[in-house]
């Protein structure tokens, strides 16, 4: 469980609820301090057992791949969208260039440790077991000859193993679904009251595709409004606030 206080809002969850709240607008990038993220998930792993007796499957390390995908989500959507001509205040890339900076700082301290965890597990699994002595015929053994390279072999097939454990669960991104999508286009609403269908940041056409089911979705409940002036222009996209009532 992580908590996160910053400009007088606190966020309480787990780093999965942190992508999560970020990929649906509920917090923005600004909102999350990445390099003190990272020193908290690294004082975790490091008070673990994993850590000291160099085991990478361990609750320890299921850690790292989590962490590593908020600060990748945080990145991205600092980045600026291609359809954006408007430059932006100085100020903002100012503040945004520190976050990015910010985030390849805790990008390297993570990598700092994935590559202390991969070295430990295979220094551990290039150990051989001394054989057990068996009760029985003291019968003379033939020796064979010793093979050169084979512990190095081992070492280095057993470090390969480590990176693919650590490495792939990194590119694993959760699924957009529909009711997320649409949490995030109302949260974009709140926030800047007008805003275009392409300023959207999406990762793939699928992703792009659940956020225009989620805008149909908001017009047919009333949440949104869409106006397209041309064929094929722009669509802009507009909150509905309700109406207040009468003061009587």
Known sequence: MLRLER????FQGSLADLAAALRAGELIPGEVPLLALTQAVLNQLQSGPGWIQGEVSGP?????????????LKTRLLLPTPQSNDPAPE???QADWDEMTS???ALAELEQAVQFLSG???????????PVPRPGLDLPRQQRPRRQG????????????AVREVDVPL????RLSLRGALNALVAFGKRLRHFTFGGITAQDWGERTTYFAALLEGLKTGELQAEQSEPFGEIRIELITPAEPPQG
């Open 91 to 93: 100020d903002d890339l």
């Open 103 to 105: 985030g390849l700082e």
């Open 120 to 130: 430990r597990r295979a220094a551990r699994q290039g150990l051989i077991p001394a």
């Open 171 to 174: 590119l694993a991104r959760e």
């Open 60 to 72: 320890p390390a299921e850690l790292l791949p989590p962490l590593a995908a908020v600060i990748a």
């Open 7 to 10: 400009d007088g809002k606190t």
């Open 150 to 161: 084979q512990n190095l072999s081992r070492l280095l097939e057993a470090a390969r193993a």
